[in-house]
């Protein structure tokens, strides 16, 4: 399965944006669809995922944040509310057929990453 992530852009805080995973070589509902993102110099946080196990916020962004799932389109869409500045990082989608819900948060149980698209939020 491929993943393209978009939407990301240069946003003031308190404002919203809205990225996109489009899931290309597979059948979207067959995959557990996760956002991550990485702050530079660190590991990839999770952000929000959407699968079979339901969905399930990082604490970080929970209140501010909703992920939800298109099965016609293919994607996979991840509405970002009242930003902060240190929400400034690389947003990846990732997908895995297999991973478990207790995984989910784990960077590790995903084998299919997109390229990533940039969020900045200024203050």
């Known amino acids: 399965v491929q993943l393209q992530a978009s939407g990301g852009g240069l946003v003031q805080a308190g404002g919203s944006l809205r990225l996109s995973c489009e899931v290309s070589g597979g059948t979207l509902r067959s995959y557990t669809i996760t956002w991550f993102r990485q702050f530079v110099g660190n590991e990839r946080e999770f952000v929000a995922g959407?699968?079979?196990?339901?969905?399930l916020y990082g604490d970080s962004v929970k209140g501010r944040v909703t992920i939800s799932r298109d099965n016609a389109k293919n994607t996979v869409d991840l509405q970002m509310n009242s930003l902060k500045p240190e929400d400034t990082a690389v947003y990846y989608c990732?997908?895995?057929?297999?991973?478990?819900?207790?995984?989910?948060?784990?960077?590790?149980?995903?084998?299919?990453w997109g390229q990533g698209t940039l969020v900045t939020v200024s203050s």
């Open positions: 959407i699968g079979r196990h339901g969905t």
């Open positions: 990732a997908a895995s057929a297999r991973v478990i819900s207790s995984s989910r948060r784990s960077q590790e149980s995903y084998d299919n």
